[in-house]
């Protein structure tokens, strides 16, 4: 029973590097969600879909940018990273419309560093 | 959403009931009340939520009071692996014009001794 499972685990990048961090869930949750930790920080969104092939943005979008392309996989890309985007990054899912006021499921989190 | 506000920190004793409170004075009546756990270095887990009924599952209960300004999560036997940080998230659901969107405040850091 895997949930929601997030790749790569740990990342270090070089300042101005691209990369894409992976969430998966095996639920078939309409909704899902990106959010960054910092320290002293809740979490806070930064991007979220609510079913294949849309996509909007949250409280912090800036330079970020993903993509829902199946409606298992949400995809969160930075095409030119920066120290500011050092965080721990994670994902969540949860049923959407119509379904309840259902709680979101998290996995356990990308930590990335960047140089 | 509203605004929650709950205590910095919390100690229990292991097997004791832990009890955390939170007040949300300007909920809305569509909005619920939602409890989150985050074990250092893991996801936020998801432990119970209500509307105005209390609440209990294998996890915990929630106590919602009549008005509905302030709530409280027990843990009927703490572990030691029950340290974390306990969120209280007042939101609408998801549906309309919400996409079900969770602001995680500080929480209460709860720490079980043996």
């Known amino acids: 029973n895997a949930g929601v499972t997030q790749t790569p685990k740990f990342r270090v990048l070089k300042t101005g590097q691209s990369m894409t961090l992976l969430c998966a869930q095996d639920m078939n949750h309409e909704y899902m969600y990106w959010y960054r930790q910092d320290p002293g920080m809740g979490l806070r969104l930064i991007h979220y879909s609510v079913g294949e092939g849309t996509t909007a943005k949250g409280e912090v979008p800036d330079g970020y940018n993903v993509s829902r392309l199946k409606k298992q996989n949400f995809l969160l890309g930075l095409e030119s990273a920066a120290p500011s985007q050092t965080s721990v990054y994670f994902c969540a899912s949860s049923r959407g419309k119509g379904q309840g006021n259902q709680p979101q499921h998290f996995g356990d989190g990308t930590r990335l560093s960047i140089l | ?114």
């Open chain 2, 1 to 114: 959403d509203a605004k929650t506000t709950q205590p910095t920190s919390m100690d229990c004793a292991e097997g004791r009931a832990a009890n955390l409170p939170c007040n949300h004075s300007t909920i809305s009546g569509n909005e619920y009340v939602y409890w989150y756990r985050q074990i250092h270095s893991q996801g936020p887990q998801y432990i119970i939520h209500g509307l105005k009924n209390n609440e209990t599952n294998e996890m915990a209960s929630l106590i919602i009071t009549e008005d509905r300004k302030s709530s409280t999560l027990i843990l009927p036997h703490a572990t030691l692996r029950d340290t974390a940080v306990y969120y209280c998230i007042v939101r609408v659901g998801a549906g309309g014009t919400s996409y079900g969107k969770l602001t995680f405040g500080q929480g209460t850091i709860l720490t079980v001794h043996p």
